[in-house]
């Protein structure tokens, strides 16, 4: 029997954009009858991710609006989903101009809510 040693394997994800972290409520419109609340707490051009997700309802594939208070709705398709949390390409990738703009708007909105509770 050979001894093949011991090797570290690095696994390096290169992602084609950039995620930004940001904490804003959102309300995810799957199917036509079901809406569940989540928070998002990703961000890209070409996606985002969304945790505290009470359903379990989502497949792989499945087209979702996430409604964005006051910003725009963004309809994507489900990536992955487990824990709570689902993984979704948006249908369209958002422009650079836009993506600022979300960011800086649910970062904003986010530090207002913790001022005040302060």
Not at 23 to 38: M, T
Not at 45 to 65: K, L, M, P, W, Y
Not at 103 to 108: G, K, Q, S, W, Y
């Amino acid at each position: 029997m050979m001894d093949w040693g011991s090797y570290v394997v690095t696994v390096l994800f290169i992602r084609a954009h950039k995620r930004y972290g940001v904490c804003r409520g959102v309300r995810l419109h799957h199917r036509p009858d079901g809406i569940v609340e989540g928070l998002l707490i990703e961000l890209s051009q070409e996606g985002c991710r969304v945790s505290n997700v009470q359903s379990s309802g989502f497949a792989i594939g499945d087209t979702v609006v996430v409604e964005v208070p006051g910003g725009p709705n963004l309809t994507a398709h489900v990536r992955w989903q487990h824990d709570g949390m689902v993984g979704l390409r948006l249908c369209e990738a958002l422009h650079k101009e836009s993506l600022s703009e979300l960011v800086t708007r649910c970062r904003r909105d986010t530090q207002a809510i913790c001022l005040k509770r302060a």
